[in-house]
């Protein structure tokens, strides 16, 4: 029985919402998530859900207010708060691009050198330019960083990229990757014994989820002089369940694949006489350790 909840700050409305709700469903956590809701309780865990501005992420959790939370790590290099990275989730992929208008030459960073650029963070940038001996002027702005150039308020930008479209649209091309980012779970340091245990079991969710969303269940029927080569292709957790099929001289074989190499595997379990092949998405995996091909 716990006498305390974990409290979790998520963003409210924006590009991490939909992610970070639906990576807590996929752990079995059950909540409101209803338009406007500020905070709910989880009715199966013993969880607070806060929703909030993601740049307020991470202060709050720092102070306190919240456990743990999910925030890009963008925002964390902005704010320097001291918090813990628990880990990484695998969403809200995105980079901290410099970028010029793109009829501008461009032959290398010294030619950012006196010239004013644009961004929402002026700290990590300014550190970057620093780190490469780069003297510009930062200007601080906090929204509609693509168009400062073509309004004559900047030469460059410096702004958040994802699909590039924005960018393009506004006329500019990227030159330099200041960052990476990704959606991150961090929490707040020296949480005491039970908040601890609850990160732990939320964690160990987590992982399961995410590993199994790079895996994919395989079923397969296999004539068993071709088992040796097929099984070689399938390492699986431990290695392939191999189970005879009713019909003699034939086995059906079961594993999990990484889905980076899914296709690859699939075309060379064919070559190797493989039939009847299906696939199935995995909803949660549990495993503490790699298998034979490192399948986690
Ligand atoms: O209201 P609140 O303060 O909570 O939200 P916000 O408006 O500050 O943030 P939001 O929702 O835009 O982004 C939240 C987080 O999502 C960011 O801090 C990043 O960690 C992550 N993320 C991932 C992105 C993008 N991808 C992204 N593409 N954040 C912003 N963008 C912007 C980009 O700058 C561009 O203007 O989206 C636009 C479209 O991108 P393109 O390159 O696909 O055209
Ligand atoms: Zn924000």
Redesign the pocket.
């Known amino acids: 029985m716990n006498l305390q909840n974990l409290k979790i700050a998520l ?6 919402s939909e992610g970070s709700i639906e990576l807590l469903k996929k752990c079995d956590i059950r909540f409101d998530d209803g338009v406007g809701k500020l905070k709910s309780t989880a009715q199966n865990f013993p969880i607070e859900i806060f929703s909030l ?3 307020d992420i991470p202060r709050y959790v720092e102070d306190g207010v919240a456990d743990v939370g999910i925030v ?4 964390l290099a902005e704010h320097g708060c001291a918090v813990e990275v628990v880990e990484k989730l695998g969403f ?3 980079r901290l691009s410099v970028a010029i208008p793109k009829n501008h030459d461009y032959a290398s960073i010294d030619d950012l050198g006196g010239k004013r650029i644009a961004t929402s963070y002026p700290r990590v940038l300014g550190r970057y330019l620093e780190g490469r001996g780069i003297a510009a002027e930062i200007h601080t702005i906090s929204g509609s960083v ?1 168009i400062a150039p073509s309004i004559g308020l900047a030469d460059a930008v410096c ?9 393009f649209t506004n006329g500019l091309r990227e030159t330099e990757t200041v960052m990476t ?1 990704e ?1 991150v779970l961090i929490s707040r340091k020296n949480l005491d014994g039970e908040l601890r245990q609850l990160v732990d079991k939320l964690l160990f969710r987590i992982k399961a989820v995410n590993a199994a969303r790079q895996n994919r269940y395989i079923l397969l029927n296999a004539p068993n002089e071709r088992l040796n080569k097929i099984t070689e292709l399938l390492p699986g957790i431990k290695s392939p369940t191999v189970m005879p099929l009713a019909e003699t001289g034939w086995s059906s074989v079961h594993s999990v694949i990484n889905e980076r190499d899914f296709w690859d595997v699939v075309e060379r379990l064919k070559d190797a006489g493989a039939e009847g092949i299906l696939v199935l998405s995995i909803e949660q995996m549990i495993n503490g350790c790699a298998g034979r091909g490192g399948v986690l």
């Not at 963003?11 to 991490?16: A, I, K, P, T, V």
């Not at 702004?159 to 960018?167: P, R, Y």
């Open positions: 963003q409210r409305s924006g590009r991490l501005r993601d740049d890009g790590e963008n925002i809200g992929k995105c693509e702004d958040l990229v994802g699909s590039g479209s924005t960018l980012s959606a």
